[in-house]
């Protein structure tokens, strides 16, 4: 189904236009917006928002004993057994909590945050697509008004708080769609969405049709619950609550959507995604398929889904009673290959038994830590090499696709922060480690649809040093190398020797990197020399030169070798073509001029498509989504037009995006 476009914002008519040139708006502060305090203090006095927090951490010391430092890869050309299912160049998708969208996305379907646009264009020349929900605790008590004040797409009924949750109704408007809608019309992005399940008698199925009409093709699916089996801890039901429950629940929801009429299509019915469980709670996947859920709703299951953290630092954030953590005992946890294993090892079944099914697996919510993450982290490049790791990891394991949770100012592990309304005419982005993750996991995967990772576990290395291979056919065409090792001396830097039996040695290779000077690093990572640059650095674009190396090979003994610092991730293209299919020239990007001013409005050029951001609403969430958030708009920016995106206004005048 086709992008519907509201008529009194837009008109009817997009076009694209690659032009070189400028464009300027103006940039407002709007009235009873909330302010803060510019920092610069030492990370010990710091007291601003968690997302700027410029803790560090003292890295573990050099394993003993020391790691092995040469490590053959011997590759064949052909027939290797334990390969994953096929995957998709868009696996490492993103998560975002509802109530934090109108911070994130855009202001209103005319209003667009060009940052968000420039990193989502960014995965998608590299995988072809982008995948993002919508959702968290806030999804369950999303209600879908006509209007609201002040022409807000979405905002909290505070005065209706409950659950231990502390989770307030969420009002939201078609707008929201719209938006989402519309930046799907510039970047090929996807989206999940969530039925509200915390009221089944009747259920509210307002957001269904809206989302079927508005999104089209982009609605990739709806999730039915979020966290179901944290319900009853979360007063949400009564116990006893079991999967058979929540099997009849399903049963419910498919036969009121049908006495409603509002599935015209009859496409609503067949997007469901379930059972989107937290693993360790009340409930194990093993238990859910023993209902036979699958089976009986096959033709309504468009995925499964699983949702899960590592750690839960909740403590921390909610004062809820539960342990809070230790960052200097928890950072060494991350900087290993086991803890990406242990996390995926419990689903292998579960994968297995999609298989079967026909059905693909995703991991729909995921990050370091439940309720925001970790200060020291899950905001430095140990936590850009367990992202990709654990991405890689899961692939391997035959999930199909993983989003990794964001929220506003006040968590960790965001893996982009928009700045705070205040600072929003002079500071740009904030893009965090894990945004690293997915766009080195874009390129590692590809946009083919044919890659198939394998998790090479070679003898003798160290889970320091996982290597992956990636293939497309059954052949080997890119390897993934990490080093979780911090040590500045060199003397722990890898030396992996690639060989390729049945097939004719490359006479070179290329080869990207992912790097930092240690795993605690603050920003300014670099992918192949290339980076978003430190807090309230960036405009969604890479900077610099791009620097990807050439690696010559020994044709006599068959092999390639290659570096990989202490610490450091390579990404290994063993031929020009698998090399070619991300290159990165001609990527699509968005650029516009903003300058202070004093009232939070946008002016530009009709010509050009400008962005702005708007309202925020904070999340005080517990379980597995973020903790808060503050409010934001979209920084100054100074560049030349790439992309000049045309609505041919009817009344009211064109789209905006504003950075």
Same mark, same amino acid.
């Given at each position: 189904?086709?992008?519907?476009?509201?008529?009194r914002s837009?008109?009817?008519?997009?076009?694209?236009?690659?032009?070189?040139?400028?464009?300027?708006i103006?940039?407002y502060?709007?009235?009873?917006?909330?302010?803060?305090?510019?920092?610069s203090?030492?990370a010990?006095?710091?007291?601003?928002?968690?997302?700027?927090?410029?803790?560090?951490?003292?890295p573990?010391?050099?394993?003993?004993?020391?790691?092995?430092?040469?490590?053959?890869?011997?590759?064949?050309?052909g027939g290797?057994p334990?390969l994953?299912v096929?995957?998709?160049?868009?696996?490492?998708?993103?998560?975002?909590?509802?109530?934090?969208?109108?911070?994130?996305?855009?202001?209103?379907?005319?209003?667009?945050q060009?940052?968000?646009?420039?990193?989502?264009?960014?995965?998608?020349?590299?995988?072809?697509?982008?995948?993002?929900?919508?959702?968290?605790?806030t999804?369950?008590?999303?209600?879908?008004?006509d209007?609201l004040p002040?022409?807000?797409?979405?905002?909290?009924?505070?005065t209706?708080?409950?659950?231990?949750?502390?989770?307030?109704?969420l009002?939201?408007?078609?707008e929201?769609?719209?938006?989402?809608?519309n930046?799907?019309?510039?970047v090929?992005?996807?989206?999940?969405?969530g039925?509200?399940?915390?009221?089944?008698?009747p259920?509210?199925l307002a957001?269904?049709?809206?989302?079927?009409?508005?999104l089209?093709?982009?609605?990739?699916?709806l999730?039915?619950?979020?966290?179901?089996?944290?319900?009853v801890?979360?007063?949400?039901?009564?116990?006893?609550?079991?999967?058979?429950d929540?099997?009849?629940?399903?049963?419910?929801?498919?036969?009121?959507?049908?006495?409603?009429?509002?599935?015209?299509?009859?496409?609503?019915?067949?997007l469901?995604?379930?059972p989107?469980?937290?693993?360790?709670?009340?409930w194990?996947?093993?238990q859910?398929w023993?209902?036979?859920?699958?089976?009986?709703?096959?033709?309504?299951l468009?995925?499964l889904?699983?949702?899960?953290?590592p750690?839960?630092n909740?403590g921390?954030a909610v004062?809820?009673?539960?342990?809070?953590?230790?960052?200097?005992?928890?950072f060494?946890?991350?900087?290993s290959?086991?803890?990406?294993?242990?996390?995926?090892?419990?689903?292998?079944n579960?994968?297995?038994?999609?298989?079967?099914?026909?059905?693909?697996?995703?991991?729909?919510e995921?990050?370091s830590?439940a309720?925001?993450?970790?200060?020291?982290?899950?905001?430095?490049?140990?936590?850009?090499?367990?992202?990709?790791?654990?991405?890689?990891?899961?692939?391997?394991?035959?999930?199909s696709?993983?989003?990794?949770?964001?929220?506003g100012?006040?968590?960790?592990?965001n893996?982009?922060?928009a700045p705070?309304?205040?600072?929003?005419?002079?500071?740009?982005?904030?893009i965090?480690p894990?945004y690293?993750?997915?766009?080195?996991?874009?390129?590692?995967?590809?946009?083919?649809?044919?890659?198939?990772?394998?998790?090479?576990?070679i003898?003798?290395?160290?889970?320091h040093?996982?290597?992956?291979?990636?293939?497309?056919?059954?052949?080997?065409?890119?390897?993934?190398?990490f080093n979780?090792?911090?040590?500045?001396?060199?003397?722990?830097?890898?030396?992996?020797?690639?060989s390729i039996?049945g097939?004719?040695?490359?006479?070179q290779?290329?080869?990207?990197?992912?790097?930092?000077?240690s795993?605690?690093?603050?920003?300014?990572?670099?992918?192949?020399?290339?980076?978003?640059?430190?807090?309230?650095?960036? /405009?969604?674009?890479?900077v610099?030169? *791009?620097?990807?190396? #050439?690696?010559?090979?020994? $044709?006599s !003994? +068959?092999?390639?070798s290659?570096?990989?610092?202490?610490?450091?991730f390579?990404l290994?293209f063993l031929? /020009?073509a698998?090399?070619s299919?991300? *290159?990165?020239?001609s #990527?699509l990007?968005?650029? $516009?001029? !903003? +300058?202070t001013?004093?009232?939070n409005?946008?002016?530009?050029d009709?010509?050009?498509?400008?962005?702005?951001n708007?309202?925020?609403?904070?999340?005080?969430?517990?379980?597995?989504?973020?903790h808060?958030s503050?409010?934001?708009?979209?920084?100054?920016?100074?560049?030349?037009?790439?992309?000049s995106?045309?609505?041919a206004?009817?009344?009211?005048?064109a789209?905006?995006l504003?950075?």
């Open positions: 189904m086709g992008l519907r476009l509201p008529i837009l008109g009817f008519l997009l076009l694209l236009v690659l032009v070189p040139g400028q464009c300027e103006t940039v502060h709007a009235n009873n917006q909330a302010h803060f305090a510019t920092t203090v030492p010990a006095q710091y007291s601003g928002v968690q997302a700027y927090n410029p803790t560090t951490l003292i573990p010391p050099v394993p003993t004993p020391a790691i092995l430092s040469t490590i053959p890869v011997q590759l064949q050309n290797t334990g994953s096929t995957q998709s160049g868009a696996f490492m998708g993103f998560s975002i909590e509802m109530s934090v969208t109108n911070q994130i996305l855009g202001k209103n379907s005319t209003h667009l060009v940052p968000f646009l420039n990193l989502m264009a960014n995965i998608q020349q590299r995988a072809g697509s982008v995948r993002i929900r919508v959702g968290g605790n999804q369950e008590v999303a209600k879908l008004v209007q002040d022409n807000r797409i979405l905002q909290k009924n505070l209706g708080i409950f659950g231990t949750t502390n989770t307030p109704p009002d939201f408007t078609r929201l769609l719209y938006m989402m809608g930046i799907s019309s510039l090929n992005v996807g989206w999940f969405l039925v509200p399940w915390f009221v089944t008698k259920f509210d957001i269904v049709p809206a989302a079927v009409d508005i089209g093709d982009h609605l990739l699916g999730q039915a619950a979020n966290e179901p089996d944290l319900y801890r979360h007063q949400h039901r009564i116990a006893p609550y079991t999967p058979f929540y099997y009849g629940e399903m049963s419910d929801f498919l036969t009121q959507l049908a006495a409603s009429g509002l599935d015209t299509t009859g496409r609503a019915k067949q469901l995604v379930a989107n469980i937290a693993w360790g709670a009340d194990t996947p093993d859910i023993a209902t036979g859920l699958v089976d009986t709703y096959n033709d309504n468009a995925f889904a699983m949702e899960r953290y750690e839960s909740c921390a004062h809820d009673g539960e342990k809070i953590l230790d960052p200097q005992i928890e060494p946890n991350f900087l290959h086991d803890i990406s294993v242990n996390l995926v090892g419990p689903y292998i579960s994968t297995a038994f999609a298989q079967t099914k026909g059905k693909r697996l995703l991991m729909m995921t990050n830590a309720c925001g993450g970790i200060v020291g982290v899950s905001d430095v490049f140990g936590a850009a090499l367990w992202g990709l790791d654990y991405a890689l990891q899961m692939a391997h394991s035959n999930f696709g993983a989003m990794f949770h964001t929220g100012q006040h968590v960790f592990y893996p982009f922060t705070p309304t205040n600072e929003s005419t002079f500071r740009q982005w904030s965090g894990i690293y993750s997915a766009l080195v996991m874009a390129e590692a995967i590809g946009p083919s649809n044919l890659t198939q990772v394998l998790d090479l576990r003898n003798g290395t160290s889970p040093t996982p290597i992956y291979g990636l293939y497309e056919n059954g052949v080997p065409v890119r390897v993934a190398a979780y090792v911090d040590d500045p001396t060199g003397a722990s830097d890898l030396n992996v020797v690639v039996a097939g004719t040695t490359p006479a290779v290329k080869v990207k990197y992912l790097a930092a000077t795993v605690s690093q603050k920003g300014g990572y670099t992918w192949a020399g290339q980076t978003f640059g430190s807090f309230f650095e960036s /405009d969604g674009r890479l610099g030169a *791009e620097d990807i190396k #050439t690696v010559q090979c020994d $044709t !003994a +068959k092999t390639c290659i570096k990989v610092p202490a610490p450091g390579a290994i031929n /020009d698998v090399y299919e991300s *290159e990165t020239s #990527t990007t968005f650029a $516009t001029t !903003a +300058k001013q004093t009232r409005t946008a002016t530009v009709p010509t050009v498509l400008a962005t702005s708007g309202h925020n609403a904070s999340l005080n969430g517990k379980g597995s989504t973020s808060g503050e409010p934001s708009a979209s920084p100054r920016l100074e560049a030349p037009v790439v992309l995106v045309i609505f206004a009817l009344g009211m005048g789209v905006l504003m950075r």
